[in-house]
């Protein structure tokens, strides 16, 4: 803290210093966040049943899969499920990562074909950059498999 013309100044990174001793808490609400967005937006494809699964699975025509629609989305759907899981409980962290990395590169390329603009591209893009650096992050001090 400075004093300066009889006013009480407090430098701004002094004033926020504190929170650096809850690194780890901090690293666990943003994996817990990043897997419950992942649950809450995929498991109603999930539960939804085929006519979802083949809409989410379409999205890999823009990777040169033409067939199989349903499997697909099926699959990417469990996988995204599954990522978030793992993301929240640290258990298999990178793994679970990897998924719900694999299913949001699969849904950039589809929304990048799109004729959209850029600003509907960004989120796809944004989701991928966090997920890549939760990669070499890992997860934290709070989680199931740490001992």
Same mark, same amino acid.
């Given at each position: 803290?400075?004093?300066?013309?009889?006013?009480?100044?407090?430098?701004? =990174?002094?004033? @926020?210093? *504190?929170? $650096?001793? /809850?690194?780890?808490? #901090? %690293?666990?609400?943003?994996? !817990?966040?990043?897997?419950?967005?992942?649950?809450?937006?995929?498991?109603?494809?999930?539960?939804?049943?085929?006519?979802?699964?083949?809409?989410?699975?379409?999205? =890999?025509?823009? @990777?040169? *899969?033409? $067939?199989? /629609?349903?499997?697909? #989305? %099926?699959?990417?759907?469990? !996988?995204?499920?599954?990522?978030?899981?793992?993301?929240?409980?640290?258990?298999?962290?990178?793994?679970?990562?990897?998924?719900?990395?694999?299913?949001?590169?699969?849904?950039?390329?589809?929304?990048?074909? $799109?004729?959209?603009?850029?600003?509907?591209?960004?989120?796809?893009?944004?989701?991928?950059?966090?997920?890549?650096?939760?990669?070499?992050?890992?997860?934290?001090?709070?989680?199931?498999?740490?001992?």
């Amino acid at each position: 803290m400075k004093f300066r013309g009889g006013s009480l100044r407090v430098a701004p =990174m002094a004033a @926020l210093q *504190f929170l $650096s001793k /809850y690194r780890e808490t #901090g %690293l666990l609400l943003f994996r !817990a966040s990043l897997g419950l967005i992942f649950i809450i937006l995929i498991a109603p494809i999930l539960w939804s049943g085929q006519g979802s699964w083949e809409h989410f699975g379409s999205a =890999m025509g823009y @990777l040169d *899969f033409h $067939s199989h /629609y349903e499997f697909w #989305g %099926l699959v990417g759907a469990m !996988a995204g499920c599954a990522g978030g899981a793992l993301m929240i409980l640290g258990l298999f962290f990178r793994i679970g990562v990897l998924f719900a990395l694999v299913v949001t590169l699969v849904h950039l390329v589809a929304v990048w074909h $799109s004729r959209g603009e850029f600003l509907v591209r960004l989120p796809a893009f944004e989701m991928s950059i966090l997920l890549i650096s939760l990669l070499f992050i890992g997860p934290g001090r709070y989680s199931v498999d740490k001992s």
